[in-house]
């Protein structure tokens, strides 16, 4: 029997979480957002299966409603619907990076019946829009689910389900300790890597160089500052108590590598940094899912006419699609490079075999 799924948010967080229920569920999915572009996009790309942006008539037949816009509007959209007509017995779940205010927010909700389940897919990608959304982009991710305690299980395990397609791994979390746990490992590193930028962006108006010579390490410690301002702007404000209190033991922990520099202290800094080798090198990681996982491919070019339309052409006659190329660096001293996107692993490792038999450098960053 179809079912009905509303996604308030079609970005790239519903965009993703809806792919991946309509891979394992007979589900009718109703887009709602503010933004009608991303809704017509959502449904060409076959993303849901009805677009409208009145909320009401989205969420009016919904067994399962997925509040995905930013967390503020996360709070105004709960406000909407504790005074809208649900289905009885319908699930109401959000994908916040935060929950203690949104879980606040939803205690309303529990008051006329409806089973609200905090929810947070702890992954991701800077990108964002529909346009971006993968039905894998949660793989082997945590899922972190902040039920209230009026919430009965099944109704937990009923979400499980609906998410099974995420193939994330579910596990319950207060709200309090979500927001202290991703403020730590989500939430600064943002604000940091933001600061990083400004740096650069501060002396680049002295000496215009830095920021071509910005590589390799500055550029992976600052991907993420590349994100959604306004999402991240209502992050911070969300937990803004958490953060302050980091931002705090953040200077801290710069002031301890300010004083061992200053005085010269060698045995003190190559401790630091083998400390902090040893832990990050045994944090676990993540075979699939968030940070590059869009498949992509990058190809050295030669830097002559035609040769994108070549590269193309290779792909395209052995029947391999690609969802985007781009062009990322074009010198005239250098070769250029290619950077293109396919829809699945096999399909790039194919897409490589292709391209390399035709005698083109390729390589993989992921
Ligand atoms: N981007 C990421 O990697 C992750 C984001 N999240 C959370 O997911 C949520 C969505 O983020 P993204 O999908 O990345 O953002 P996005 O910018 O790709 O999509 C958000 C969508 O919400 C829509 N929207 C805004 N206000 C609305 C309203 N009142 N009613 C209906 N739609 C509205 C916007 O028009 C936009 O299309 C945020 O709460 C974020 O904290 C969670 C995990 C990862
Ligand atoms: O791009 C990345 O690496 C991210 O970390 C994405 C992300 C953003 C917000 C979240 O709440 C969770 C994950």
Redesign the pocket.
């Known amino acids: 029997m179809t079912r009905n799924v509303c996604v ?8 993703s979480i809806a792919l991946s229920i309509k891979k394992e569920h007979d589900a009718f999915i109703t887009g ?4 009608q572009n ?1 809704l017509k996009l959502g449904l060409k790309l076959g993303v849901i299966d009805r677009m409208t942006e009145d ?1 009401s008539e989205g969420v009016e037949d919904a067994d399962l409603i997925v509040l ?4 503020t ?2 709070e ?2 709960i406000d909407q619907l504790k005074d809208l007509p649900l289905k009885e017995g319908t699930i109401v779940t ?5 929950k203690t205010r949104i879980l606040k927010k939803a205690a309303q909700l529990s008051h006329k019946g409806i089973s609200f389940i905090g929810g ?11 346009q ?1 959304a993968r039905s894998h982009l949660f793989e082997n991710a945590f899922y972190v689910l902040t039920p209230d305690k009026s919430v009965e299980a099944n109704k937990i395990i009923q979400l499980q389900n609906w998410l099974k397609g995420t193939k994330a791994r579910f596990i319950e979390l207060s709200p309090g300790q979500h927001d202290k746990l991703a403020g730590l490992i989500s939430h600064l590193p943002h604000v940091v890597a933001a600061s990083l930028v400004q740096q650069v962006r501060h002396v680049e108006k002295e000496d215009e160089l830095v920021s071509r010579l910005a590589a390799g390490g500055f550029r992976d410690i600052t991907r993420i500052a590349s ?2 301002p ?2 991240w702007r ?2 911070l404000l969300h937990n803004k108590d958490t953060i302050l209190e980091l931002i705090k033991h953040f200077k801290e922990e710069v002031t301890r590598m300010e004083t061992m520099l200053e005085e010269d202290d060698e045995e003190k800094i190559l401790q630091y940094f083998s400390d902090a080798k040893a832990f990050r090198d045994g944090l676990p990681s993540r075979e699939k899912g ?1 940070l590059p996982a869009f498949y992509d491919l990058f190809v050295d070019i030669p830097d002559h006419p035609g040769v994108i339309s070549d590269v193309t052409g290779i792909l395209g006659q052995a029947g391999i699609s690609i969802t985007n190329i781009r062009i990322i660096e074009t010198r005239a001293d250098i070769m250029g490079v290619l950077r293109l996107t396919f829809r699945s692993h096999e399909d790039r490792e194919e897409g490589r075999r292709h391209l390399e038999n035709s005698l083109y450098e390729t390589y993989i960053m992921d």
């Open positions: 308030i948010g079609m970005g790239l967080i519903g965009g709602v957002d503010i933004d991303q909320l995905a816009a930013p967390v509007k996360t105004q959209l959000d994908v916040g990076s935060t947070h897919p702890m992954a991701g990608s800077h990108k964002s829009g529909v971006a994100s959604n306004v999402m209502d992050i968030a």
